[in-house]
């Protein structure tokens, strides 16, 4: 997919997907102009998952929304009295990474030795994408 200046992302990203649009957009940057580049990406029946933190009231054309039933869910992704002391533990145990991490794939490889794999049900584990290598 090539951008272009003067088009909007959301409508970069429909036109990639022939018209359709996507089926969860993860919105984590908390800008406005994040927040309307997932609604114009994401699909008629659709998921927006505000990750990011919006720090001003927001804007939104329900009717759109409703005419597109579009589900918006938000998530600080943890909470962390509950979340963090389990987390640091887990990240502590030794080996942790054997036991998780199924395969590391470049990003050139991604699609042939990640995404195929993991469509065909062959994954045990986390497919790492190194972009360095």
Known sequence: MTLVADEEPGQQIVDATAGHGVDVVLEASGTESG???????????????LVGLHEEPRALDLLDLSLREIDIATTLAHICATDLPQAVEILATPGLAANVIDTVVTLDAFVED???PLAEGRVRGKIVVDVAA
């Open 35 to 49: 927040l309307a580049t997932a609604i114009g990406a994401v699909r008629k029946g659709g998921q927006i998952v």
């Open 114 to 116: 990640g995404l195929v």
